[in-house]
């Protein structure tokens, strides 16, 4: 047993908050009893209008949670979704897919892309995405069950979720498993050195714990009190500084992707849901201001912002979301604009990290160590896929050409620089998306390699075209044997 | 009619031969790109790696290599793993198996399972409960099968085989395929004075090789990476100190292994590698710690038959060369570094080299040459740190006071990760996964525990389930093995039905 860690207070609000709290006392806890979890509440932030979409890694915690997703699904008016399509981010270009699936097949160890490249080449008119099944079930909004051809298709979907209703859930489950809940303001962190020892809260109660979890958003109250100059700030990188979230009818039939439109100073999604259509939208209040965006929505995306809410945002991540006995969650770990699908998937990273590497006695500064730089490393890649659609636009407003003039890391720049040279996708350690996806994006947004392999010529041009056919054939047969969604 | 890419690989070996197969298998239009091999008859191969891993046969299959016929051409025996002896202690002896514990779908968890209940109760090793193990410790053998519910589904399988006949037999692939092969030693090397490219190699008997590309496999001397390009080396050998092996060939015994055997000894380690008509045999060690006399005395002790050849004396040194691409030109095998055959890893580093190159360069232009090298080094880099690090934990995690050289390394500092990764086992058993390099959990595990270290600590979220709960999955994965091992037979038997070499 467990010598070390009993009693585990989170202190946080919605999403981090709940998800955390639930993951512990249901995953670390089997036996119910040797653990410990408290939820100090903080006041939720989230409105009527506010939405999670979340990448098929959700259904994997859901499982993990053992959550009923059916009901999960039901109470959060969920609608899933196989990708995002991309409008407007290169307007010489057609808008773009990028779907939770392969991209064609790898005939002879080869990848599909450099195939696809000879075929236009050749003179092929179809895009890239025609030759993936998940973005044909995207379109099409069909619920295409798994192929067992993986070499094929592995496609997956995640979910819209209503983000007030999902929590409500969430935090009922939650409780339902023993978590227990504290309300009340903390008026101090007593500590020593980095060892966060209670807190005391203004109704004179002081809740000791052996490990606590920062589940407090932006504010990192808890990881925050125990150093300075943690924070690595993304300003540089992502200059929209604003996000608003509203709510208009639902789409009928609702698509089974998300909208991502990029218009003069930032960019838009819409989000079906069962009830309505979420609707996010970001922007750089040094090109324009609310008003302006909502103008520009109307006339563009054809959807009214104008009750929608706003806030400012802020990218950046922790350079340790752990130290000490403290471990930061969510977005006090991780300030991530929605792009991607990416704002609530830190989340899950830390979930499975820490079903690895949660402290099995006093002593943990090894995990605390391989923590810290994992999720350094994810968080830093996901950044970069998210900079990728920024960087490679080819709009000419002034945010745009700002966007195109950035200082990419250091590692994206090798990603683009050697898919320039032969359309290879440098996968790193520590990712969440893999060749087909950043594949897929790079080519979205027009990034061309100087030359395809010159291994694809050990296929004839008869056979090729006739391979392209077979994959098409399939997706076809595929959708139209598949129910909508 | 543009013309050719020229490849021009530098020595043949099997490092050269691995080469040139495998890019004149794929890049097959001899018009678009030529690939010569220079190699030398008065140069011999170094051609101590016989001993194979997994992806070996996933190199074959991509050259569309029949088994049966280059198991038959190369006296090729099966290997499932390697036997360790007196490392860790003197009389112990653990089996790294290529292949899990317990069954493919409770294997993520099962060490923890077993470390539960062991540490409430007494039951059979961990090593009990891997297939892979137990096939090896009866010198059983049978394929592996892809039906995830079988137990034959947990495990992998390499070769041992004799190295220089596997390069022939490659050469004729690769001639076949329309390589070309020339007979010479190369004596110079010409560079374009502008940027630093290599453009020719000037061959003793005058003739002259013009090329594109080159590659590098011209073993321990690196005649273009390390002596014409200076590639700068990084020296490993404050970690691991052996420095000299001797190389000798003995009779086989009957009852072939299917493994691989390294067993511990005063100055480093003795390898036996069984093929069909001879063992392969050596004492790599430590040249300040025993002279060469001393080493030949005990690696003649330690031979299983009679000696066949006499001895080999081969020197080295622990390490790499920082970059083994540089400009246009690719060091494969021991020009771009060495790490001692405890893991047999020779091959797999050829191979694997092999892999990174097609992935990144496609040999037709050698434009954008800086931005590849970087990819491709930055992927080498990995697969040598990887490997380091896991030869390092052998000599490390050991409790022998018999000799100097266990003394030292028992306590010698190593690279943080390693001991990072020490104590995150001894802990908890937790060991982290990559996409990328060697080598998986299961033989991190199959080391740490096989040479005592033992996990202390059970991981927080499987201590909370009763240990009763888990014993019916330990029980389940004993029966498939007990079943799998009454269908398999001997290895030996095997090799004689499938694949007997003429004799």
Not at chain 1, 151 to 156: G, I, K, Q, V
Not at chain 2, 66 to 84: C, D, H, P, S, Y
Not at chain 2, 85 to 103: E, K, Q, T, V
Not at chain 2, 287 to 312: C, E, F, V, Y
Request: proline fraction near 4%; hydrophobic fraction near 40%.
């Amino acid at each position: 047993m467990n010598d070390g860690i009993k009693k585990i207070i989170i202190v946080g609000r919605d999403l981090d908050a709940w998800i955390t709290a639930f993951f512990l006392k249901s995953v670390l806890d089997k036996s119910r009893d040797s653990y410990e979890v408290t939820l100090v509440e903080l006041g939720t932030l989230l409105t009527e209008h506010d939405i999670f979409a979340v990448l098929p890694s959700y259904k994997m915690l859901h499982k993990t949670l053992g959550a009923n997703e059916d009901k999960l699904r039901q109470t959060a008016k969920a609608r899933p979704f196989f990708g995002q399509r991309f409008t407007g981010w290169n307007p010489e270009l057609p808008e773009f897919f990028h779907a939770y699936d392969r991209l064609g097949i790898n005939f002879n160890g080869v990848d599909f892309f450099q195939y696809w490249m000879k075929a236009v080449n050749n003179g092929l008119k179809l895009p890239l995405e025609d030759f993936s099944l998940g973005v044909a079930a995207a379109k099409h909004g069909r619920f295409v069950a798994s192929t067992g051809q993986a070499d094929f298709s592995h496609l997956a979907y995640g979910y819209h979720l209503s983000a007030i209703e999902y929590v409500n859930a969430i935090a009922r489950a939650a409780m339902e498993v023993g978590v227990k809940r504290e309300n009340g303001n903390i008026i101090t962190i007593n500590r020593n050195n980095d060892v966060i020892d209670s807190l005391s809260l203004d109704d004179g109660m002081v809740l000791k714990a052996d490990f606590f979890i920062d589940a407090s958003g932006a504010d990192a109250l808890l990881i925050n009190s125990l150093t300075d100059n943690n924070f690595e700030s993304w300003e540089h990188w992502f200059l929209c500084d604003r996000i608003i979230t509203a709510s208009s009818a639902p789409l009928s039939p609702a698509p089974a992707f998300s909208q991502v439109t990029a218009f003069s100073s930032g960019w838009c999604g819409l989000y079906p849901l069962n009830n309505r259509t979420a609707i996010q939208t970001l922007y750089s209040s040094r090109h324009t201001d609310f008003s302006g965006v909502v103008a520009e929505m109307k006339m563009r995306v054809g959807v009214d912002i104008s009750q929608g809410v706003e806030r400012p945002i802020k990218c950046g991540m922790l350079s340790r979301p752990w130290i000490g006995n403290c471990l930061a969650v969510g977005t006090a770990a991780a300030s991530m604009e929605p792009l991607d699908a990416l704002q609530e998937h830190s989340l899950v990273i830390s979930m499975v990290m820490l079903k690895q590497l949660f402290p099995n006695s006093n002593e943990y500064q090894n995990e605390r160590d391989v923590y810290n730089k994992k999720m350094h490393s994810f968080i830093e890649n996901l950044r970069d896929f998210q900079i990728v659609h920024y960087a490679l636009n080819s709009r000419d407003e002034l945010f745009w050409t700002a966007c195109k003039n950035l200082k990419l890391p250091h590692i994206l720049k090798e990603k683009i620089d050697i898919f320039k040279c032969c359309g290879y996708a440098s996968v790193r350690e520590d990712e969440t998306f893999q060749e087909e996806n950043w594949i897929s994006v790079f080519n979205g947004h027009g990034l061309a390699p100087e030359f395809y392999s010159p291994l694809v010529d050990n296929m004839s041009d008869d056979e090729m075209i006739q391979n392209f056919q077979k994959i098409l054939r399939m997706i076809k047969e595929r959708i139209n044997s598949s129910p909508l969604v | 009619m543009q013309q050719p890419f020229r490849i021009i690989i530098v020595g043949g070996g099997t490092a050269g031969w691995m080469t040139a197969a495998a890019i004149s298998s794929v890049y097959k239009d001899r018009s678009r790109f030529q690939i010569t091999l220079v190699e030398s008859e008065e140069i011999g191969s170094i051609g101590v790696g016989e001993a194979t891993l997994p992806s070996i046969k996933s190199f074959n299959d991509q050259l569309g290599i029949n088994e049966v016929e280059m198991m038959r051409r190369t006296q090729a025996t099966f290997k499932l793993g390697i036997q360790f002896n007196d490392w860790g202690r003197l009389g112990a002896s653990y089996i790294h198996p290529f292949g899990l514990y317990g069954s493919l779908k409770n294997s993520s968890d099962f060490y923890q399972y077993w470390s539960h209940v062991a540490s409430k109760k007494t039951i059979p090793d961990i090593s009990k409960y891997s297939f892979a193990v137990q096939l090896c410790e009866r010198n059983q053998f049978t394929f592996p099968s892809k039906d995830s519910g079988q137990i034959e589904s947990t495990f992998s399988y390499a070769y041992h085989f004799d190295a220089a006949l596997y390069a022939a037999y490659l050469r004729e692939i690769s001639e076949r395929a329309g390589a070309l092969r020339v007979n010479g030693i190369v004596e110079e090397i010409n560079n374009d004075p502008d940027t630093g490219n290599i453009t020719a190699v000037f061959l003793r008997d005058g003739k002259t090789l013009s090329g594109d590309f080159f590659i590098d496999c011209s073993g321990f001397r690196s005649l273009l990476l390390h002596k014409n390009l200076q590639s700068e080396f990084e020296d490993w050998s404050h970690w691991l100190l052996c420095d000299r092996a001797v190389a000798m060939q003995s009779e086989q015994p009957k009852d072939i292994p299917p493994y691989t055997m390294s067993t511990a000894k005063e100055a480093g380690w003795q390898w036996r590698i069984p093929l069909q008509h001879r063992a392969g045999n050596g004492y790599v060690y430590c040249s300040n710690l025993i002279s060469d006399d001393q080493a030949h005395d005990s690696l003649l002790k330690g031979l299983a038959g009679k000696p066949l050849t006499d001895p080999r004396f081969i020197k080295f040194k622990a390490g790499r060369y920082k970059k083994s691409w540089q400009k246009n030109c690719v060091a494969i095998g021991l020009s771009s570094g060495f790490l001692e055959p405890l893991e047999s890893t020779s091959i797999y580093l050829i191979h694997i080299a092999i892999i990174c190159l097609l992935r990144v360069f496609s040999f037709q232009s050698n434009k954008n040459l800086s931005i590849l090298s970087d990819e491709y080094n930055r992927l080498i880099d990995n697969e040598y740190e990887r490997i380091r690090d896991f030869l390092i934990l052998h000599y490390r995690l050991n409790d022998r006071t018999d000799s100097e050289l266990w003394r030292h390394c028992r306590s010698m500092k190593v690279p943080d990760s390693l001991m990072q990764k020490m104590d995150l086992f001894k802990r908890r058993g937790y060991s982290e996964s990559f996409k990328y390099g060697l080598f998986s959990t299961p033989s991190w595990l199959a080391v740490f525990h096989g040479q005592g270290l033992f996990q202390q600590g059970v991981d927080p979220f499987i201590s909370s389930i009763p240990t009763e709960k888990i014993e019916p999955i330990l029980a389940e994965v004993s029966g498939m093995i007990d079943k799998g091992l009454q269908a398999a037979s001997t290895h030996e038997h095997f090799i004689k039905q499938y694949c007997n070499a003429a004799t």
